[in-house]
């Protein structure tokens, strides 16, 4: 503690002027920290998730590994029956047994389908690369 006071004064000046006029290079310093901390968490929790869905696809139980397969499936029907119904419809008016299929929601459908293609996609990816997991 000086005798005049000065120096305390000083500091309790800037430490106010530092909080309305914070100095820059420190904000993005730690701006720049923050988002290294949030990238390296979304990174454990991907990694986690691999993990988890590399222990589903090695599984042999069809209750565990078979879901993707099983909804591929349905997929495909649902599109086969959304396409082609109004032509099989038609035609089976034509052979005097009018049949109406359902309507079915085509948006969630395609949402699922493209996704499962997507999967499909990166697992004949895998394939290629000469990635194997027993299915």
């Not at 349905?74 to 005097?96: D, E, H, N, R």
Request: hydrophobic content about 50%.
């Amino acid at each position: 503690m000086s005798l005049t006071g000065i120096s305390e004064a000083a500091e309790a000046v800037k430490g106010i002027v530092d909080k309305f006029f914070p100095d820059k290079s420190e904000e993005a310093k730690n701006a720049l920290s923050l988002q290294i901390a949030v990238m390296q968490q979304d990174t454990a929790m991907a990694q986690m998730q691999a993990d988890v869905n590399k222990a589903e696809a090695g599984s042999q139980s069809l209750f565990v590994a078979g879901w993707r397969p099983f909804v591929g499936w349905v997929c495909g029907a649902g599109f086969g029956v959304t396409i082609l119904g109004p032509l099989l419809s038609w035609i089976a008016a034509l052979a005097g047994h009018p049949v109406s299929f359902p309507a079915l929601d085509t948006e969630s459908l395609m949402t699922l389908l493209l996704g499962m293609l997507g999967l499909g996609g990166m697992r004949t990816a895998e394939k290629l690369k000469g990635v194997s997991n027993g299915h």
